[in-house]
């Protein structure tokens, strides 16, 4: 039976008109637009850009799924401004009216999309207005904000709807809605703010729905939003040929050898470039970077504690190379536990058509409990998801998440924009499963049934996860000093680092200038507060001594299939450090750099 995602469906039938427009220019977009895409060094449109924006331009609304990273902020943007910027230019001089507003279900999100529309309109000068009012702002100045009339409003649907309620927001003007990341707007609950915005939208509206995954929740929405849409989902070989594939590894650990092959490849650079490493909560944050700065490892954390504005700048930071390591926990907080059965998420991905129609009242069901569930969470939270975090050479899933669903969206973090990454996660198998695992960690049952479903996923979608094996013996040489690091990070070290971080944030805080102003104490106490000790440094933990990477040893840490793993050479950024030479042991010299070898070892 046929998938009710069926308009116009864009298919791979169409390959050779799309191969005909393989450069921006045969959009025929406004020379800004263009000068902003060459200044951000787009040479050529993606996938999604080159079957999404003709018919956009056309006027039609837009269904998209995509996967991660593959470029459908521009897909959209780029019709939605281009129409604005003719629309300016044949009715001038018009009255300011908003007629594009972008829902997104988070306010990282949105303050993403804010940034990607200033770089598409740079050379537009002030004939494009765009304003964030899902930010951490008062509702006076979001009030101010809306009532200028921008061209473009980005908010979470939860802030439009309080607006519109508020007769502040005015809807009817409206002919551009965007729901980014429509398959997750729902399970951040804002299935009534949705409801709200729809009855509200006056006719004619062009909607663009755009998605990594097509689930029930992108079918609710699309029964709501867009009837006739035209809707594009690549099939696997479009998909693959994008390029942009991530090679995808997992190693069966134990919980504390999950520490030892973290110390190793990171204090070896095994892996070149910049990584994500998820776990499962915000201890596990702090417990990480405390126990990687031991060895002079510099990371910093992303989690759900912190404010939205840290989180914003320290994914700012992240993508100027400030921190080449993120150790994030995810949306595993708020996606809820995949029913054992259902594996949904790979079934619609490859939408399943017969199972959507066959079994509508299960589907129901499911989506009732799994939207209850979903509803008590934080409906403004989320550290990763859709959050473009650029270049990352690897995602490290140093917690296995507990649905295949996370896993997709962690893994989408790498290989974005058409370029490659690799993805390696740890799970520990039940033999393996240890006293210490912390409560929040998926047991170890569930950790062999969420590997087994994310190989399936991935499966379908033609990917294969390949077991990595190191070379253990040769591993456990290091094993003392991780025992000596993990020592030092003690639960009161970790209570500490949280404390210290969320000070520091406060102190920084621009929404509470104002109550310091007025309660100078309060302020003086922070400040004063004794100090946090965190974990004494140990100097000698920084330095790798030789003995440990005796010749050709680092090379012979991966075995049998390990072989295909793409580690690549660490190179001279091994040796930046200042250390060489100095201190008692010797650092990882260049010609010593068992990291060489190890990447030549590596095919
Ligand atoms: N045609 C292009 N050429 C080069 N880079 C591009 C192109 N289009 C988009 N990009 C870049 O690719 C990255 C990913 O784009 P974008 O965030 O739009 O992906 P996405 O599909 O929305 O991902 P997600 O589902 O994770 O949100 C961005 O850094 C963007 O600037």
């Known amino acids: 039976m046929k998938r009710k995602l069926d308009d116009t469906d864009w298919s791979s039938k169409d390959a050779a008109a799309k191969s005909a427009r393989t450069n921006f220019s045969s959009f025929s977009l406004d020379p800004r637009l263009m000068q902003a895409i060459a200044k951000l060094d787009y040479h050529t449109p993606t996938s999604v850009q080159t079957s999404v924006i003709p018919p956009a331009l056309e006027g039609k609304d837009v269904l998209a799924r995509a996967k991660t990273g593959s470029g459908k902020t521009a897909a959209y943007l780029l019709p939605i401004l281009q129409h604005i910027l003719i629309s300016k230019e044949s009715n001038a001089p018009a009255t300011a009216a908003t007629t594009g507003l972008i829902l997104v279900p988070t306010r990282e999100l949105a303050d993403q999309v804010h940034k990607v529309i200033e770089g598409y309109t740079e050379f537009c000068g002030k004939q494009i207005r765009a304003v964030n009012i899902a930010r951490n702002i008062s509702d006076s100045i979001q009030q101010s904000l809306i009532l200028d009339h921008p061209d473009i409003i980005i908010s979470t649907p939860s802030r439009a709807a309080i607006h519109f309620n508020t007769e502040t927001l005015d809807l009817s003007p409206l002919k551009y809605l965007v729901i980014d990341e429509a398959d997750l707007i729902l399970s951040y609950g804002h299935e009534n703010d949705m409801q709200v915005i729809a009855g509200a939208l006056p006719k004619g509206v062009q909607t663009f729905l755009m998605s990594a995954t097509l ?128 594996n949904a998420d790979a079934d619609e991905v490859e939408g399943n058509d017969d199972k959507d129609n066959d079994q509508p009242k299960n589907k129901k069901k499911k989506r009732k409990s799994k939207e209850s569930k979903l509803r008590k969470r934080d409906t403004e939270y989320g550290v990763s998801r859709g959050v473009d975090f650029q270049n990352v050479t690897c995602v490290l899933n140093f917690d296995l998440p507990i649905t295949s669903k996370s896993y997709m969206h962690r893994i989408g973090r790498t290989a974005r924009a058409g370029k490659s990454g690799m993805a390696l996660s740890f799970y520990v198998p039940k033999e393996l499963y240890g006293k210490h695992r912390p409560t929040s960690v998926a047991s170890a049952e569930n950790d062999e049934k969420v590997l087994e479903r994310i190989k399936r996923q991935q499966g379908k979608m033609g990917n294969e996860l390949k077991p990595y094996n190191f070379d253990m013996k040769q591993v456990e040489a290091f094993k003392y000093r991780m025992d000596d690091a993990l020592r030092a990070v003690t639960k009161v070290a970790v209570q500490n680092a949280r404390m210290k971080e969320l000070k520091q944030e406060l102190l920084a805080s621009e929404k509470l200038k104002r109550h310091f102003e007025e309660n100078p104490e309060d302020l003086k106490h922070l400040r004063h507060d004794r100090e946090i000790k965190v974990v004494r440094v140990q100097a000698h933990m920084k330095r790798v001594p030789e003995y440990l990477l005796g010749k050709g040893q680092a090379a012979n840490m991966v075995q049998g299939s390990g072989k295909a793993v793409p580690f690549k050479v660490g190179g001279r950024r091994v040796n930046r450090g200042k250390t060489k030479g100095k201190g008692k042991g010797r650092t990882v010299g260049k010609k010593k750099d068992p990291l060489k070898s190890f990447g030549k070892s590596k095919r």
């Open 215 to 342: 689930t029930d929740d992108v079918e609710q929405l699309k029964d709501l939003f867009c009837r006739h849409a035209f809707v594009y989902k690549p099939d696997q070989k479009e998909e693959q040929g994008e390029g942009g594939s991530v090679s995808q590894f997992y190693i069966s650990t134990g919980e504390d050898t999950k520490f030892l092959l973290l110390y190793v490849i990171f204090k070896l650079k095994l892996i070149k470039g910049k990584s994500i490493i998820f776990v499962a909560d915000v201890d596990r944050c702090y417990r990480l970077r405390l126990f990687l700065e031991q060895f002079g490892i510099k990371a910093c954390v992303l989690n759900s504690e912190l404010p939205v504005n840290s989180r914003l700048h320290i994914v700012e930071e992240f993508n100027k190379n400030v921190y080449e390591i993120i150790i994030a926990t995810d949306e595993n907080e708020i996606m809820g536990e995949e029913d054992d059965d259902e």
